[in-house]
Nanobody, 124 residues
Framework: QLQLVESGGGLVQPGGSLRLSCATS????????IGWFRHAPGKEREGVSC??????RHAEVLEGRFTLTRDSANNTVFLQMRALRPEDPGVYYC???????????????????WGQGTQVTVSS
């Protein structure tokens, strides 16, 4: 059973940075893709970024502010968020599915396994 645990959320000022982690168990690179999603009150859940063995995809709305890296030895994925804006807050989830980020990268319905989420708040 694949499991995911997010951490690293918190309160940050506008323009600040935050790094989220997604620790996995039962995960294998080359078989699964990891996606990040966010859900703000009153809004639809939104795909943010995706990383698979050879592919990384970011939502265009991010305008290059977020970066994905991975620690393959520990099967952990990091979402580095910079220049955070008032529209960025929400609960951030990492999720996993079989396949590559070449397709369905930001489609929540395509992901089978989900973490519990971590809250990101942007406020001065």
């Amino acid at each position: 059973q694949l499991q995911l645990v997010e951490s690293g959320g918190g309160l940050v000022q506008p323009g600040g940075s935050l790094r989220l982690s997604c620790a996995t168990s039962g995960f294998t690179w080359g078989i699964y893709a990891i996606g990040w999603f966010r859900h703000a009150p009153g809004k639809e859940r939104e795909g943010v970024s995706c990383i698979s063995n050879y592919v990384i995809r970011h939502a265009e709305v991010l305008e290059g502010r977020f970066t994905l890296t991975r620690d393959s030895a520990n099967n952990t994925v990091f979402l580095q968020m910079r220049a955070l804006r008032p529209e960025d807050p929400g609960v951030y989830y990492c999720a996993a599915r079989r396949g590559s980020c070449s397709e369905h990268a930001h489609e929540a319905s395509a992901y089978r396994y989900w973490g519990q989420g971590t809250q990101v708040t942007v406020s001065s």
